[in-house]
């Protein structure tokens, strides 16, 4: 595997462009290195890198996850999710820890997002049974980044969001300080009052929410702000 890996290394530095690191860095608060890799760049090389290679069955699929995450530049924890969701046949219901570890580990929104709006939501979808039991830990997690993970899981649920476990995510952090909970619980409100939007704006209504997690709910509602 190793091999695999300095052949993607190879290939991403080919599609860096160096003039873009230091403003990729900068946008990320300088938290993580990057190689200056844009975004469609990284899809090319990619689409080169998965015609000679796949993982073979379950166990390589999360040794390479592993293997990118714990790399230095953030390129690599972008293909890592891409790889991740692109071989999601091969995922088992155990892996739930694996990706809960992902979303605890290198944290920051750009990670957390795709993690929760893709992974992890088509996770519980494919593993309903593990929905129940992971968002009561989520909901109760000390990690910040846990806990957005639990509101924002379902914004691609739509009809089939599940507005008790919705409520549930975002009741414990209405009066949080931090803005990544405030953000999320905006968010999640705002996508689901594409689906019901007088399920949200009676919630909005009915809670008290810290002024950004509102005007995010209302945000393309703007006359009932």
């Given at each position: ?93 155990s892996d739930i820890d694996f990706v809960e570890w992902l979303v605890a580990t ?44 639990a509101i924002i899981c379902q914004l691609k649920y739509g009809k089939n969001t ?64």
């Amino acid at each position: 595997m190793q091999s695999q890996f300095e052949a993607l290394e190879e290939l991403l530095h080919s599609y860096a462009v160096s003039s873009k690191r230091e403003g990729m860095e900068k946008y990320m608060k300088n938290l993580f290195p990057y190689m200056g890799v844009p975004s469609p760049n990284r899809k090319e090389a990619l689409a080169i890198f998965n015609e000679a290679w796949k993982p073979a069955n379950h166990q390589e699929l999360i040794d390479w996850t592993r293997l990118l995450w714990n790399s230095s530049e953030r390129e690599f924890q972008y293909v890592a999710m891409e790889h991740f969701y692109k071989y999601r046949k091969l995922w088992l219901a155990s892996d739930i820890d694996f990706v809960e570890w992902l979303v605890a580990t290198k944290s920051w929104w750009d990670t957390v997002d795709a993690l929760a709006a893709t992974i992890v939501g088509e996770f519980f979808k494919k593993f309903p049974a593990l929905f129940e039991t992971y968002m009561t830990k989520w909901i109760a997690s000390e990690n910040m980044w846990i806990n957005r993970t639990a509101i924002i899981c379902q914004l691609k649920y739509g009809k089939n969001t599940q507005t008790n476990w919705l409520e549930s995510a975002i009741l414990p952090h209405t009066k949080s300080k931090e803005f990544f909970h405030q953000k999320a619980i905006g968010w999640a409100l705002r996508q689901y009052a594409r689906t019901d939007l007088d399920w949200v704006v009676s919630f909005v209504n009915t809670h008290e929410l810290k002024p950004l997690s509102r005007r995010e709910a209302l945000k393309h509602h703007k006359y009932l702000l």
